[in-house]
């Protein structure tokens, strides 16, 4: 968080809204136009921060920044799928939304299916990148890279262009989507 903030981030986005921390138990959203910090949405030692983000000319933005704990071992499985059912559903009207973040989960595990079932599209999916790996950023012999990294959005969103980044620092690669609102 040091370094981020000595590279210029809170200049570049200076709103802000969640419960960073060292480590991965943390969780921030951080935002160039000004938002309404949420709740918290704390499962085991993890964090999701929610906030609703005020577009200049345009819609409110509700924004997730999801990681479920990895249910990397048995007794970490009901945290991880706690943490997936308490994201919102997509909805037809009310805020656009937008659930961006280390999920945990491919496309293939149900809890996400289901999420995807509510009518969000994933950002690499729909242009094509749905397998493009996010983890580990730049894979680990014999485990080969998965997407576990994923941009939702809601149906209203149009989604144009995704990429993924190395990035030092960080055993995920960093997402982006270009998206256009409502």
Known sequence: ?????????????????????????????????????????????FRQAEAIVKMPGGPEVYVASVHPCAPRFDYKVRCWAQGLRALPAAEPRGLVRVLAGDFNATLDHGPLRRLLGTGYRDAANVTGQGLSPTWPAKGWKPIPGVTLDHILADPRIAIRAYSTHLMPMTDHRTLFAHLVLP
């Not at 040091?2 to 921030?28: N, R, V």
């Open 1 to 45: 968080m040091e370094s981020l903030k000595k590279a210029g981030l809170d200049d570049l986005l200076p709103h802000q809204a969640g419960k960073p921390a060292k480590g991965p138990w943390g969780s921030g959203i951080y935002a160039r136009f000004p938002l309404r910090a949420g709740s918290v949405i704390e499962y085991g030692n």
